[in-house]
Nanobody, 127 residues
């Protein structure tokens, strides 16, 4: 059974940086796409970044316009881990961040299928 656990959330000042991680378990091989989603209070969940499977971790990343140029997604398929490096954080980036896995490729900034979600990690951007 596919399981995901996020970590690394916290409080950061505007303009600061944070890296959040996602560990995927329950699969023998990393033949899946991974996406990062976020949900701010009172708002719908938003797909912000996705990276597909590739044997040498060279899967093309995709980003929503809201984070393009500031966030970087990467994965280490050997360790079944995915990271989201977030730079130049803004107040509006405050949200619970979720990783999700499924399918094998991305449809824009989301996986083409989602089989499992993590429990989320809270990122708060505040001065």
């Amino acid at each position: 059974q596919l399981q995901l656990v996020e970590s690394g959330g916290g409080l950061v000042q505007p303009g600061g940086s944070l890296r959040i991680s996602c560990v995927v378990s329950g699969v023998t091989y990393g033949y899946y796409a991974i996406g990062w989603f976020r949900q701010a209070p009172g708002r719908e969940r938003e797909g912000i970044s996705c990276i597909g499977y590739s044997i040498n971790n060279s899967g093309e990343p995709y980003y929503a316009d809201s984070v393009k140029g500031r966030f970087t997604i990467s994965r280490d398929s050997a360790k079944n881990m995915v990271f989201l490096q977030m730079n130049n954080l803004k107040l509006e980036d405050t949200a619970v961040y979720y990783c999700a896995a499924g399918g094998s490729s991305c449809s824009g900034s989301v996986p083409n299928a989602v089989d499992a979600w993590g429990q989320g990690t809270l990122v708060t951007v505040s001065s």
